[in-house]
């Protein structure tokens, strides 16, 4: 994965889901199993673990990486496993009462751009605000 230039926390979050997929099959070695037991893992995160559509995509892709790249036996695309439809989490947005406390509490030089950004619709959320800095990032 370092070799494909695949980031730090991509090759992290593969191995651990390799991991898991391998103790979840009785710590079977992956070249014995196939799209079955992938097929089996991938269901078994949705029914009995409730995990989100985007961690059993990880997931997903992680075994397919394993399977073609390091076993050299692709497993099938045509998988029919149980897919998650657990709903996105909402994004922590401000209040309106919240924007106001902070558009009324706004250094001047700052003022303009903060109105023009929440009078524009894009939202304003806790992280987009630099305290240390005094800054709000876009």
């Not at 391998?22 to 079977?28: D, G, L, M, P, W």
């Not at 994004?91 to 109105?115: G, I, R, Y």
């Amino acid at each position: 994965m370092q070799a494909r230039h695949y980031a730090k926390k991509t090759i992290e979050a593969y191995l651990s889901w390799i991991l898991q997929y391998i103790v979840y099959q009785n710590k079977r070695h992956p070249s014995e199993m196939g799209t079955r037991e992938v097929e089996d893992f991938l269901s078994h995160l949705v029914t009995d673990r409730n995990l989100a559509m985007r961690s059993q995509n990880q997931a997903l892709n992680a075994l397919v990486f394993l399977y073609k790249h390091v076993i050299h036996k692709p497993i099938d695309v045509n998988m029919r496993f149980k897919k998650s439809n657990k709903n996105k989490k909402l994004p922590t947005v401000l209040t309106v009462k919240e924007v106001t406390n902070l558009l009324s509490n706004m250094p001047p030089h700052f003022l303009l751009p903060a109105q023009l950004m929440y009078g524009s619709g894009l939202r304003l959320r806790y992280h987009d605000i630099d305290f240390d800095y005094g800054a709000l990032r876009i």
